[in-house]
């Protein structure tokens, strides 16, 4: 096997950096998403709400991590399964990409990858629907959190 594969990407480096650390973010999670997309039409990997991962955040370093190492690990934080999903609503049919929201806390730049689900627009308001990750690994079972996932996901206006 491959030794890892680590990039060292400076970002956020002052306020004129911004547009274009955001930028190199979502180029990032694009490129694992697809990362991700490979592995899953080489082998079957289980759904990632019946995997038995679990949501940690990282402290320090982030490792992005693909699918094959968060089962490893048996967890991930919020960009490693928010590309795992998309991977996996990508080979569904469905259109999702990896959606990033940033904040500054006392001059530091910080985010959290989310998932956005594309539909046809039918008001501006109805573009996408923002999927959170973060039942997962709230101290139930993944197959319970992979449940209340379901059952509190809003509805589209086409589902009955």
């Given at each position: 096997m491959m ?12 306020d ?14 694009e ?8 592995h899953?039409?080489?082998r079957?990997y289980p ?11 990282e ?8 699918i ?15 590309c795992w999903?998309v991977a ?5 049919g ?8 940033f904040?500054n806390?006392?001059?530091v ?17 109805e573009?996408?629907?923002?999927e959170h990750?973060l039942?997962?690994g709230?101290g139930r079972?993944?197959s319970?959190?992979?449940q ?13």
């Amino acid at each position: 096997m491959m030794q890892p594969v680590v990039f060292k990407v400076k970002l956020f480096c002052d306020d004129g950096d911004r547009l274009r650390s955001q930028q190199a973010l979502l180029w990032m999670l694009e490129a694992l998403c697809k990362i991700n997309e490979g592995h899953l039409a080489e082998r079957p990997y289980p759904p990632l709400y019946e995997s038995g991962v679990r949501y940690q955040r990282e402290n320090g370093t982030e490792e992005w991590l693909d699918i094959p190492s968060v089962i490893e690990a048996g967890w991930g934080d919020c960009e490693d399964l928010a590309c795992w999903r998309v991977a996996e609503l990508r080979k569904q049919g469905h259109r999702a990409g990896p959606y990033v929201r940033f904040r500054n806390i006392d001059g530091v730049f910080h985010y959290h990858a989310l998932v956005m689900r594309y539909r046809p627009v039918l008001k501006r308001s109805e573009a996408g629907l923002i999927e959170h990750l973060l039942p997962v690994g709230f101290g139930r079972s993944e197959s319970r959190a992979g449940q209340w996932f379901r059952q509190h996901r809003p509805k589209s206006k086409t589902t009955k």
